[in-house]
């Protein structure tokens, strides 16, 4: 009512556009959901990693509707220059292989995509992981606190636990829970304080007494071993010994995170040889601070330690035990933290190996997810993360009515609530039921299958872009690579084809000359040259090229080189030498088998009408660049730059306005889905 409009969704309505992208950004992009913010600016958070995208931002004015909503700074919208899908990005591979954990579930969308089909490989050792029952709760608020009360008795037995949740916000939500009951723990998410100690936390989850929070766990790339990762806590060891006499820096919190919790956890015992040369290295820490005449930063502290510990890596003890042998007087600080290293990861391993121990007896790692995802692969990767190599383990899911994933399809959970209400007192208490669980995974799949048709549409849609995105990639090529002489012809060409489009736009090969529209034509040609052409038709009238069309009617026959409409300007004498002459005869010919033009009885007069205006805007055209008396490279430079920067402005338009097409008709609720997706 306020904009006086009937329809909000009207592209070509900017007001409507505006108060739909503040309604989408309002409505369908939550911070610590889709986005964090960061150092004044949002941040797009990747939903199947739990990972900041921070060079990605969303088009069509939608990040800057966040950044108005979050009162940021707001920037200049995202311009699309290219753009493919995934799916024919490997299409162009001549050959095309992968390996993941969690094909399986989609293997049919593989066979449909691909022609792919997906072999499983039989587990190196058995697998004995416990998946047990998915549990079910009709409110958000009783299962969280299930979450808790599991999480609280695993931690009580001494299991390492990994809880899994589906956004920043739900994990902070869980962290306060657990503060409130003292149960110490780590939290992984988008933040920065937790996200720059990933690797550490990630190495650490399989600890007795290890709680770890973390957010969609896909593509990790560091394995949960029972008992923790020796060779990072001999790195951690390490780097708390030495790095305080080596930089009085404060640590930057934004880039390398907050410290890891080691609460609750067991300590480790560092034999004589360890602490001996630990203190060494930390000595000699000191002595090169107060040395250096500049005080070292903690980035270039932590980075000397972290090739000292890479040398280590590489070296071996021995060798190292051997070059420090060798030195009579003192050895550098690298090779003392090296050797320091070296001997605290033998008592690391010693130490792990006996908790992994102890861990195994007690069950393993037990895995909490506290949602379904929209696809089972995301889920499976998560169970993954126990049983990793024949170790014990178990995993539960526990899913509430009023989870994301059910609020985002608007899907009918009414019956679950019914039914869990008439099975138990409360709405808080959690069902096992085999007819709850096989309902709320039907809906699952049908999750699954509705994010295909989304991707099957992209790809079909694509497979259309993909003719074009060839046509115009291999054009470019041609005017980046071809010689001078190649980029002029393109020009050529593309001034005979604006004036091929005035041209039939005016006129009827069906139908004789005297019903052609001559004066709009000649209007039209005239300022297409700018004053050049101008000045050369401005005493020719409708009435003159209408007597000089009707005397080659009654010619029959006209000669096609060098040819002049009768009564009319004769074009400069430009084509000079055979590769102009050539490049003329050349298009003549092209008009002669065009078929895509609409023919007529008067085809013929027609095309000559095409030839006379196409030489001679070409003949002025190469008239005014002799005139300018520049060089013939100068002047092909030019040509090739103008070339491409035209090019490139239309394709990027051409993709703004296909991806405008591709979500016309779409319900609005899904663009966000979409959006956060990425194209």
């Known amino acids: 009512m306020i904009l006086g409009t009937n329809d909000l969704w009207d592209e070509n309505d900017p007001w409507a556009r505006f108060v739909t992208n503040a309604l989408k950004a309002k409505e369908f992009y939550r911070r610590d959901v889709q986005y964090i913010v960061r150092n004044g600016k949002a941040l797009i958070i990747n939903e199947l990693t739990g990972r900041v995208e921070p ?8 990040h800057q509707a966040v950044e108005a909503k979050e009162g940021l700074k707001i920037q200049a919208d995202s311009v699309i220059v290219a753009q493919i899908t995934y799916q024919s990005l490997f299409k162009l591979y001549p050959k095309l292989s992968g390996m993941t954990g969690t094909a399986k579930t989609e293997e049919k969308e593989f066979l449909k995509m691909f022609k792919m089909p997906v072999i499983e490989v039989p587990t190196n050792l058995p697998n004995i992981r416990v998946d047990l029952p998915i549990q079910a709760f009709a409110t958000l608020r009783g299962k969280w606190q299930y979450v808790r009360e599991e999480v609280e008795s695993m931690f009580q037995l001494g299991r390492p636990v ?9 994990s902070e939500y869980l962290s306060d829970l657990l503060k409130s009951r003292n149960i110490p723990h780590n939290v992984l998410n988008a933040r920065p ?39 990072m806590l001999a790195k951690e060891i390490v780097e708390d010994n030495v790095l305080p006499f080596l930089s009085h820096d404060t640590p930057d919190v934004e880039t390398e995170g907050e410290s890891t919790s080691h609460k609750g956890l067991s300590k480790i015992k560092l034999g004589p040889s360890s602490l001996a040369l630990l203190a060494k290295a930390a000595i000699m820490a000191k002595y090169v601070h107060k040395s250096e005449s500049n005080e070292w930063s903690f980035q270039k502290a932590k980075s000397a330690v972290m090739e000292s510990i ?15 042998a060798e030195v009579t007087e003192m050895y550098p600080l690298c090779d003392a933290i090296a050797l320091a290293y070296a001997t605290v990861l033998k008592d690391c391993e010693i130490h792990c190996f006996d908790e992994g121990a102890e861990v195994k007896t007690l069950g393993g790692l037990h895995v909490i997810g506290t949602s379904l995802h929209e696809s089972r692969r995301i889920d499976n990767q998560l169970r993954g993360r126990a049983g990793r190599q024949g170790d014990p383990g178990s995993t539960r899911f526990m899913v509430s009515l009023q989870d994301e994933m059910f609020r985002k399809f608007n899907l009918d959970t009414e019956w679950a609530v019914r039914l869990i209400s008439r099975i138990t007192d409360g709405e808080d208490i959690a069902i096992e039921s085999n007819a709850v669980v096989k309902q709320l995974l039907g809906l699952q799949i049908n999750a699954e299958k509705y994010y295909f048709g ?7 849609f694509d497979e259309v872009l993909e003719v074009q995105r060839k046509h115009i990639y291999s054009l470019r090529q041609v005017i980046l690579s071809g010689d001078s ?23 009827d090969p069906q139908k004789p000359p005297k019903t052609w529209d001559l004066a709009k034509l000649l209007d039209e040609l005239a300022s297409l040259g700018g004053n050049l052409l101008t000045e050369t038709f401005k005493e020719t009238q409708e009435e003159d090229l209408q007597s000089s069309l009707e005397q080659i009617l009654r010619y029959g026959s006209v000669e096609v080189d060098n040819f002049v409409l009768p009564n009319m300007p004769v074009p400069p004498n430009s084509f000079r030498g055979i590769r102009k002459r050539t490049s003329s005869a050349m298009r003549w010919f092209a008009m002669c088998v065009d078929d895509t033009s609409k ?14 205006f196409g030489d001679f805007l070409i003949a002025t055209y190469l008239e005014v660049l002799q005139e300018s008396r520049h060089h013939d490279a100068y002047i092909r430079g030019i040509e090739r730059e103008a070339l491409l920067k035209t090019l490139d402005m239309l394709w990027k338009d051409h993709l703004v306005n296909m991806n405008k097409l591709s979500s016309a008709g779409e319900c609005p609720e899904l663009w966000a889905q979409k959006s956060s997706g990425g194209v």
């Not at 060079?55 to 939608?62: E, F, Q, V």
């Not at 023919?599 to 006379?612: A, P």
């Open 454 to 460: 989304i991707r099957k549409n992209l790809v079909e």
């Open 162 to 170: 990994l809880v899994g949740t589906t956004s920043v916000e739900s």
């Open 310 to 324: 890479e040398m280590s890596n590489t070296i071996g003890l021995e060798k190292l035990q051997e070059r420090v």
């Open 55 to 62: 060079k990605r931002r969303w088009s069509d004015g939608i």
């Open 485 to 507: 002489e190649s980029c002029s012809e393109q020009i050529f060409q593309y001034m005979q084809a604006v004036v091929d489009e005035i041209i039939l736009g005016n006129v």
């Open 193 to 231: 304080k937790y996200a720059a100690r990933e690797a550490e936390i990630i190495a650490q989850a399989g600890r007795k007494h290890a709680i770890t929070i973390s957010t969609n766990m896909a593509g990790r790339g560091t394995d949960i071993i029972l008992g923790g990762n020796p060779k």
């Open 599 to 612: 023919k007529g009885r008067y085809t013929n007069i027609v095309n000559l009408l095409r030839k006379y």
